[in-house]
């Protein structure tokens, strides 16, 4: 039996642009060849840097691009990481970029999400009773691994609060253009008129995550810190690539890409919605998130996630236990699934196993 | 006036594979596109590293993808540094990578070059002082920034210092295949039969800086350090670039574009050599290398590379003062010319730039 996954957070083939991206890489060579195939500026091929500045309402100087944005919060962490910063997470939080965090030894304080993003409640005395410099690390739009979002009065809270106590956010957006339901909520970065904020996204869902290319939008001071970054690491990121993608973009094929990949996504959510409500017993909860990748399923009393995903191998489904995402216990008793690969088809197949499992385990349990 | 560069190492735009690239990408992509644009594993695409085991007669996993030949040296660095062990380079040595360990805080201990490579009169004493675990990080053929080769003798000198004092040696060769004249010279990681050495190289010589593709041939017990290194930067390296290079390679034609560009190099370095035969004044030395990028120029008694420089760019020619390949003082009275660049005639003009600032520096020493 072929497993089915709900695991990580891959899109579908369907949902990748195949058939136009060697076309405009075609183009990009046969236009700018010479830039293209040499060493770059380490923050990456001006014209693709200069397209992001104006979608984005800020100077060319405060655009970074690397190869994925985890690259970018790699070094944003290092560097604050560095001078002693306190950082805030949300719980559950983002997996890759906790275990950085890790690595790095910093100071790590988790925040509880609530069904529309971090709790500010809690956050609130948390920054005011810490004296030294805060980050707060918080993806608002279609959380990974939540899918949850950040409501646009909560996000007025969340930057006032960040000003009264001297916090920097750093926002991490790689989800927010995948809306296919419910009105759109403005950034932070936006909010804020790209004060006090750190804005990282990427092309990895918007086009494909095989390009590596992220950004990061930071404040011009930090700019030189982020250069001698990249000149340690890979000198230059990938001028082929960049280049490439700023073809793609120039031909008004951005837009539309990500038109049809929210309607892939659409009908992805809404198939698993609709096996979920299907299949899953009495006391299991879920949330319908209006974009993104992933929706989060806490299951019935006593049922564990681990101990789920121990049989999952064998049903034929696969997902992450919701306890990975956080930084020391909770999440024991939910689990992530992505909607973003498999088809409708195969998610309500794999939602189907999936109940099975849940079922016996809150019989079990019961 | 337009400044003529022997500075930086990038290749002239006549040697960068522009028309044929474009092609790969969309043959690539209509070939493997789903894998080409989705998320990879961490060690990079699988078909080009398989190319790359055999080209080197090695096991497939042992083979890591970078993107760029840096990256990987920073990740086996970051390994080596954080046990302890210390880093024999040579002096001069590439300056990327002397930065590196320097910001790891490494335990740096330069060995002098000699006019054939690593000064192993110097080095042998030096192993067998230290009790503590060594590595020995060489460019021994064309090296970055003199120029100068490791014969085959004292490569075989230099494998049983490494093997009777317990070090292991990093080979870097992003120059060993652009060689267009006298006879080839084996690499350390074959004599070694691939054992007690890590091999480090790069296509961006060979084919093009601003694809990024490196490779590192590793001992196969350090590839899940290296995976974790990769997860936490970049997810998995660039798969698009990596099967448009695979389709390149597979087309046949990553040899003749190497020995096109041996040829361009060749017609660059020759002009080179005559015109500093006729411009420079007495007292000046520099090398005549086989491939490669660069030469080493060891100017006349008293004259300062540094001061040269600060006139350079009046002049309209700029280089590289030796003394930034030096851990602790040393190249203070020698330059780094790269070659690679500029067009025969540029260089028949820059060098005539050159010496008319270094007969006057000359005189003034006199």
Redesign the interface.
Same mark, same amino acid.
């Given at each position: 039996m072929t497993s089915i996954s709900f695991a990580?957070g891959?899109?579908g083939?369907d949902l #990748?642009?195949?058939?136009e991206?060697? *076309?405009c890489?075609?183009?990009? #060579?046969?236009r700018d =060849?010479?830039?293209? #195939?040499?060493?770059?500026p380490p923050l990456g091929y001006l014209p693709l840097r200069e397209w992001l500045a104006e979608r984005h309402g800020v100077s060319v100087e405060r655009v970074m691009i690397?190869? =994925?944005s #985890?690259?970018a919060f790699?070094f944003i962490a290092r560097h604050h990481v560095g001078a002693g910063t306190r950082v805030f997470v949300e719980a559950p939080c983002y997996d890759?970029s906790l275990?950085?965090l890790r690595?790095l030894g910093a100071d790590v304080s988790p925040i509880p999400l609530c069904d529309d993003g971090i709790d500010l409640d809690v956050l609130e005395p948390a920054l005011a009773a810490h004296a030294g410099p805060s980050l707060v690390y918080t993806i608002p739009t279609f959380q990974n691994p939540s899918g949850r979002s950040l409501s646009e009065p909560n996000r007025h809270r969340l930057l006032d609060l960040a000003r009264a106590h001297g916090a920097t956010i750093l926002e991490d957006d790689p989800y927010g253009l995948l809306r296919f339901a419910g009105d759109g909520v403005p950034r932070l970065f936006e909010l804020a008129g790209g004060d006090g904020v750190m804005f990282l996204s990427s092309f990895?869902k918007t086009v494909?995550? =095989?390009?590596?290319v992220g950004f990061a939008l930071l404040p011009e001071d930090l700019m030189e810190t982020m250069q001698s970054l990249v000149? *340690?690491?890979?000198?230059?990121?990938?001028?082929?690539?960049e280049?490439?993608l700023h073809e793609f973009v120039s031909r008004g094929r951005f837009d539309p890409n990500v038109e049809r990949i929210r309607a892939g996504l659409r009908i992805r959510r809404d198939a698993m919605i609709a096996a979920l409500a299907r299949e899953m017993p009495e006391g299991t909860r879920w949330n319908e998130p209006d974009g993104g990748y992933f929706l989060w399923v806490d299951l019935p009393a006593g049922v564990s996630g681990e101990a789920l995903l121990a049989q999952a191998d064998e049903a034929g489904v696969t997902f992450v236990k919701g306890a990975d995402f956080y930084v020391d216990g909770g999440g024991e008793s939910a689990i992530r699934l992505a909607f973003s690969y498999a088809t409708a088809e195969e998610i309500d197949e794999g939602v189907g196993r999936l109940g099975r499992l849940v079922r016996e385990a809150a019989a079990v349990a019961a």
């Open positions: 990580r891959f899109p083939p #990748l642009p195949t058939d991206f060697g *076309e890489a075609k183009a990009a #060579l046969a =060849g010479a830039t293209a #195939l040499n060493y770059g690397t190869n =994925g #985890l690259q790699n890759r275990l950085i690595r990895s494909a995550p =095989g390009i590596r000149f *340690e690491n890979y000198v230059s990121p990938v001028m082929f690539v280049a490439t």
